[in-house]
């Protein structure tokens, strides 16, 4: 029956394209995504407008394999190397694939049309919820204005959602990235750049095929930034500042196309979750794009959103189980994001005076002011020895409680290791000595797998108490 229920996605990014196509493939085939393209937003739009480059990694490139989009793995760039010059050091990192995000979009777009979600080209106005408890959502396209009713809700539009206010983090300080396009020559190899200088760092890109992108990012505390027709000369005013841009640039044009502006400050939103609205990737959370993979944590959320979904849908007496399972995901990773993207701001030591590294250094890490959905939650749990709990987990593709093992590197529990329960398992252990054979026997896995978790039990040198 809830089957039927009609699931509207507002954002075609990757957040809100793996959500279409994993509920989707879970069996709920009444799913309208509705979104503005990116080509469609101008120059000065949060997420970009078009010819906005950006990166990812191996892992996002094997998740996309995994599920079958083909033309979102075509339309990736090359694998490039990519360089770093921070605190005074240069050096060839790690590789990364190269996007154009207006391509990877249209891609996404095209893989979940051709898998049989509807697809709505506009931009949505309004939201309102109707006493009945249906969404009624007013868009406009080329074709005026319309409406479009909900049963359930999926806020994907990124940073520029509207459903679930941010945060105040009274400390995180703003960043805003500028960035511009240029022509270079063909003949220079593709590969990405990340530079730090005085006012805050810049990520380069050349494409291999004469084109290239620069981006810097800087802060945007109230009154930093000049008004919009005098960014064009502040961007070149910085850049001409960073040597690194300087040889980046060498030989190269800037195109003609608008600077693009683009919001880059950690974002978390309070109330991501409710019984018929969910809000997924940036518009739950929007990570500083220092530490890393924006996107595969867009997609990872999306994922995670399914077996949440089909649990509000379809088992709600589990709904408090979704919703902590689903917020507790949200708040480790961002606390985690935010810890990362520190540790990378520590590390140059070349302008620890200098107001924007200053900032970035030393804030307090912003923590949640939701209420944990378990009080041992996350930083308690981090420090805690290892212990049992009980918590939501993916059980079945629905959200369930079950227990598991909270240790310092997995705050948010391990519930099984190769399909064996691992509070099952210690407890049998606590009863007597069994023979891995008997184990095996007994969760039906097979010997090596019952003694991969019995070491993986071993190393915890715990034993069974419930906290
Ligand atoms: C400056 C910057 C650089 C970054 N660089 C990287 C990088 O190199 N690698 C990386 O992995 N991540 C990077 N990120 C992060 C990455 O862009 C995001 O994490 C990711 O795109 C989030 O995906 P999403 O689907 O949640 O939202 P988005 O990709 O932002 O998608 C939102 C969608 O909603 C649509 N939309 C918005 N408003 C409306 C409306 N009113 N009506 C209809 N549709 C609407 C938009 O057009 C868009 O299609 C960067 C972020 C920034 C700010």
């Known amino acids: 029956m809830s089957f039927k229920k009609h699931i509207v996605i507002i954002g075609a990014g990757p957040a809100g394209v793996f959500a279409a196509c994993g509920l989707y493939d879970r069996g709920f085939k009444n799913i309208t995504l509705i979104s503005r393209l990116r080509s469609q937003n101008t120059g000065g739009q949060n997420n970009g407008g078009q010819n906005t480059g950006e990166g990812i990694s191996a892992r996002v490139t094997e998740i996309i394999k995994h599920y079958a989009l083909p033309h979102t793995l075509h339309s990736i760039g090359e694998e490039v190397q990519r360089f770093a010059h921070w605190n005074g050091t240069s050096q060839s990192q790690n590789r990364e694939f190269i996007l154009d995000r207006e391509k990877f979009d249209q891609a996404l777009l095209k893989d979940a049309k051709e898998k049989g979600i509807k697809i709505i080209n506009a931009r949505v106005t309004k939201l309102k919820k109707q006493p009945s408890r249906i969404w ?8 005026g204005s319309s409406l479009i009713k909900a049963d359930f809700l999926i806020e994907a539009r990124g940073r520029e959602a509207k459903l679930g206010s941010p945060l105040k983090q009274p400390n995180t300080p703003r960043t805003t990235a500028l960035a511009r396009r240029y022509s270079t020559a063909q003949d220079l190899e593709a590969m990405t750049s990340i530079a730090s200088f005085k006012k805050g760092w810049a990520w380069f890109l050349r494409d291999g095929k004469g084109s290239a992108y620069l981006q810097i990012f800087i802060s945007s505390e109230k009154g930093e930034l000049p008004p919009k027709d005098k960014l064009e000369h502040y961007f070149s005013h910085i850049i001409e500042n960073i040597p690194q841009a300087q040889k980046w640039l060498e030989g190269s044009s800037a195109a003609p196309d608008a600077l693009t502006v683009r919001t880059a400050s950690p ?3 309070a109330s991501v979750i409710g019984d018929d609205f969910l809000n997924l990737g940036d518009a739950a959370m929007a990570l500083d794009p220092l530490s890393g993979n924006g996107i595969f944590y867009a997609i990872g959320s999306a994922v995670s959103a399914v077996p949440v979904i089909a649990t509000l849908l379809l088992e709600k007496k589990n709904k408090q189980a979704a919703f902590d399972f689903y917020n507790e995901r949200i708040n480790v990773i961002f ?28 804030e307090p890490l912003p923590s949640s002011q939701e209420p944990a959905a378990d009080p041992n939650l996350a930083s308690a749990s981090a420090l805690a020895p290892a212990h049992t709990a009980r918590k939501s987990v993916v059980k079945n593709g629905f959200i369930e409680l079950e227990d598991i093992i909270v240790t310092p590197d997995h705050p948010r529990g391990v519930w099984q290791i190769n399909n064996i329960p691992l509070v099952k398992l210690l407890e049998l252990q606590n009863e007597k000595t069994y023979a891995p054979l008997q184990l095996a026997k007994i969760f039906s896995v097979s010997e090596n797998d019952i003694k991969v978790a019995i070491r993986w039990l071993e190393n915890l040198n715990m034993s069974h108490k419930n906290e």
């Open 136 to 143: 009624n959502i007013h868009y406009e396209n080329a074709q």
């Open 267 to 269: 974002i978390r939103r």
């Open 335 to 362: 606390e985690e994001a935010c810890r990362t993207a520190q540790e990378f701001y520590k590390s140059e030591e070349q302008w620890v005076h200098e107001p924007f590294w200053k900032a970035r250094s030393n």
